[in-house]
């Protein structure tokens, strides 16, 4: 799969003002000033709130890639007022990678941790976070990450619509 680079220089959320060539590379159309991601099975995406909906579209765009993986991630991300005003402690927009010791940190609520669980997972496959822990603990937070665990919460709902986004192939209805 080819993946397209997203600078911000090449983007003016709001205004709409980046070139047609991009907005073709990125299979999506503008709607609003907002970059609106094109599912492979044309069912629209159900958000949480009009919040969830700009935080999704916005961050994507600034994503390296705009794939599945991160598509899913940040979905997961704004789901929750904490994970969204977070970011920046969740996620390295330049490199693309992780930040698990976010889930330590005293803002982290059970809510936003399920969220961010979720979409880590969701993003690379894993359990990023359970390198942080040794013994016992690392057992524990692995458990963390189960679908038990994770949707025994309100958002439940939209962790279903997330794993719909990441495996659009095998969700269709």
Partial sequence: M?????????????????DEERRNKLSGVKCQGILRVKRRD???????????????YYNLQRCRYQDEYHQALMYCLGISGDTRKNINRIYDFRSGDLKPKCLQEGWITSGSAKVIRLGF?????????IYDFEGDDQLRECR???????????YARYFWEAIKIRYPDYCRS
């Fill in 42 to 56: 044309e069912m629209a995406i159900i958000f949480k709130d009009q919040e969830h909906e700009k935080f999704f």
């Fill in 2 to 18: 080819k993946h397209d680079v997203v600078n911000e220089a090449d983007i003016d959320v709001g205004r709409g003002s980046y």
């Fill in 144 to 154: 963390r990450y189960t679908a038990d665990d994770l949707f025994c919460c309100g």
């Fill in 121 to 129: 997972n969701l993003y690379n496959g894993g359990t990023p976070s």
